[in-house]
């Protein structure tokens, strides 16, 4: 998340600065386009992958609908061992917001998700997830730094709260309690980005 979307890739640069050939670069590339990371075509620079309205529009048609099934399923197959490392990851989740740690918010908010989905054990829902849980570390990362954010915390509270309701869900393997806190949690995340995305001020002259 160091680089904005739409930045330039360099390989020759990426080779120099790990001290490899290009070719390992190439393959490595390959495997960052196919993850969604970066855009990489034929007779063109290969970018960071871009972040325009579209992508949100699309990532808040499909975020809800692949959380919601790897949360049912994660109540169904979970483990009390798997529950104990979803609160363990909860807990450091918690610390980021408390510490104030942007980066440890992100960071510990997509391993959260990410085991929910481990949890899950779908191998046709993992792809879809991972490729959203991309997109989502990288509209956090920038609507927690834009000046719409400034009453922040309290959204992070209540996310941590329906994080805690989610792992009771699982933990007592009532799906469709799952499934809700999950639906409430993305539509808390829906609205804040949502909010990023059209400035109040733009939102009030679009309805005028």
Avoid at 45 to 50: E, G, L, M, N, W
Wanted: neutral net charge; without cysteine.
């Amino acid at each position: 998340m160091e680089m904005v979307p739409g930045a330039l890739v360099d390989e020759l640069a990426l080779a120099e600065e790990f001290g490899i050939s290009r070719a390992p670069v190439r393959e490595l590339l390959r495997q960052l386009a196919a993850e969604g990371y970066i855009e990489l075509e034929a007779n063109k620079a290969t970018r960071v992958s871009s972040m325009s309205l579209d992508s949100l529009k699309n990532f808040l048609r499909a975020a809800p609908i692949i959380y919601i099934a790897t949360a049912r399923l994660a109540a169904v197959n979970a483990t009390a061992v798997e529950v104990n490392e979803l609160k363990a990851i909860q807990k450091r989740f918690r610390s980021a917001i408390e510490q104030g740690d942007l980066e440890g918010k992100i960071i510990h908010n997509d391993a959260f998700h990410l085991h929910i989905g481990k949890m899950a054990s779908n191998a046709y829902l993992m792809p879809s997830l991972r490729r959203l849980l991309i997109d989502h570390a990288r509209l956090g990362r920038n609507f927690y730094r834009h000046p719409a954010a400034r009453d922040m915390q309290q959204d992070l509270e209540t996310a941590a709260a329906q994080h805690d309701l989610l792992i009771d869900a699982i933990e007592r393997h009532d799906a469709n309690a799952a499934a809700e806190h999950v639906r409430a949690h993305m539509e808390l995340s829906r609205h804040r980005m949502a909010q990023y995305a059209v400035p109040e001020g733009a939102a009030a002259s679009r309805a005028g």
